[in-house]
């Protein structure tokens, strides 16, 4: 599976974004899909993943509420809403996909393709 991020950019605080990720090569709606970020020096950590039927998605804490992940299958797309941008929010966001399970899984080493990542920034 080959995956292609979009839409990232330099917002200030409280603006809007919609990361996309476009996914080809395989059948898409067998993967889970997840979005990860990571910050100058700091660890990737998960932010929010969606199941490969659409039926679950869970969040890290510190985008409950605020971000909004979804999929379209027939486009082999996953989203990211991202709403309320913080400052703490910058980071280069990258999406993943990993087996397709009703579990979704926070570990980076669980997922089997990558995304070449998005930079987002939010300015205060």
């Known amino acids: 599976v080959q995956l292609q991020a979009s839409g990232g950019g330099l917002v200030q605080a409280g603006a809007f974004l919609r990361l996309s990720c476009v996914a080809s090569?395989?059948?898409?709606?067998?993967?889970?899909m997840a979005w990860f970020r990571q910050a100058p020096g700091k660890e990737r950590e998960f932010v929010a993943g969606i199941s490969s039927t659409d039926r679950v998605t869970d969040y890290a804490d510190s985008v409950k509420g605020r971000f909004t992940i979804s999929r379209n299958n027939a486009q082999s797309t996953v989203y990211l809403q991202m709403n309320s941008l913080k400052p703490e929010d910058t980071a280069v966001y990258y999406c993943a996909a990993g087996s397709g399970t009703l579990i979704i899984v926070s570990t980076p080493g669980l997922y089997d393709y990558w995304g070449q990542g998005t930079q987002v920034t939010v300015s205060s």
């Open positions: 090569g395989r059948t898409f709606s067998a993967y889970n």
